[in-house]
């Protein structure tokens, strides 16, 4: 089965049974459009110029209501999205110093398929979760160019591709819909028209309370920032002042341990005060995240260690 022969049965599935998530379905871009976005990101496979032959992605209602995902709690990005999200993923950095200082040439020479601990420019993000993760096109060279991955920012892209291809992706996602079941966590429902992916529970046992978020005060409002949005004037704090300031912060935490790391997840961060930025310290091999804040003056952040249940920032520290 072709992926258009895919897509076209799948779309008359969700046209039955979910009318409100298939009418979000976005037209197709031009041609030009279309590789205008693969010139600014990676050569595409075949098949991935195919897949946006097809739609420009999923939008939202003009009413607010809920209009489900097509894929299974995943978001299809456009094309101007693949774009951004290329160019943001590319530029968020993570650790993999362990690894040695050619990895990053050693990754993109492997074939596809197999882990860069990293995001590489030959992964095409094609939808995301709310929380950062993606499922992106490996369009690496070897037997598996083409396949549908997994990458999130906390694993990489650990682990073996989800699919062989997007053909295969969109087939299973229509069987599941058919029948009802078939996926190893999701249960696809129709609320309203639109297909909602509910989770199930079923062979999961009761988990301990997420733990209410520490509340960390500061003299100033947090301010986001992403890194596509810095110049090559902008004054920026420099990384190693940083990378130490959290490693000298580890130490004192954690006295006669063996810590390393400390690199943030950011290339150029701007001197701005408010910004906020993730760093990855190892603690005698366990890996612990650090928060670190942008005071604005000199290198100088405010480092805390990031508690289970995450920060809540309020004002008046």
């Not at 249960?187 to 999961?204: F, M, Q």
Request: glycine share 10%; with cysteine; aromatic share 8%.
């Amino acid at each position: 089965m072709t992926l258009t022969e895919a897509w076209l049965a799948y779309m008359a599935v969700l046209r039955e049974r979910a009318p409100v998530t298939a009418a979000a379905v976005r037209p197709p871009r031009s041609a030009a459009d279309r590789w205008e976005a693969e010139r600014a990101t990676t050569p595409w496979t075949d098949e991935l110029r195919e897949f946006f032959s097809l739609h420009d992605g999923q939008g939202e209602s003009s009413d607010g209501t809920a209009t489900g995902t097509v894929l299974a709690e995943l978001t299809m990005l456009s094309l101007d999205e693949v774009v951004a999200e290329h160019e943001f993923c590319r530029e968020t950095l993570h650790d993999t110093e362990d690894l040695g200082p050619d990895w990053a040439d050693i990754a993109r020479k492997q074939p596809a398929g197999t882990v860069a601990e990293m995001f590489l420019d030959a992964y095409v993000p094609f939808a995301k979760d709310g929380g950062g993760d993606y499922l992106c096109v490996d369009t690496r060279p070897g037997e598996q160019h083409g396949c549908v991955r997994p990458f999130g920012w906390e694993g990489a892209d650990q682990g073996v591709p989800s699919f062989a291809s997007l053909a295969d992706y969109i087939d299973s996602l229509c069987r599941i819909v058919e029948s009802g079941a078939g996926h190893p966590y999701l249960i696809p429902t129709i609320e309203n028209g639109a297909l909602i992916w509910e989770i199930d529970t079923s062979d999961v046992p009761p988990q301990e309370p997420r733990p209410d978020p520490t509340v960390m005060r500061l003299p100033f409002e947090i301010t986001d920032f992403r890194p596509s949005q810095i110049g090559p004037d902008d004054d920026l704090v420099d990384l190693e002042v940083v990378r130490q300031t959290v490693l000298d912060t580890a130490r004192s935490q954690y006295p006669g341990s063996v810590v390393d790391g400390g690199q943030t997840v950011f290339q150029r961060v701007p001197r701005l005060r408010g910004v906020t930025m993730n760093s990855f310290v190892s603690v005698d091999g366990e890996t612990k995240f650090y928060l670190t804040v942008v005071t604005g003056v000199g290198n100088e952040v405010i480092v805390h260690e990031v508690p289970p249940g995450g920060f809540m920032f309020a004002l008046g520290g």
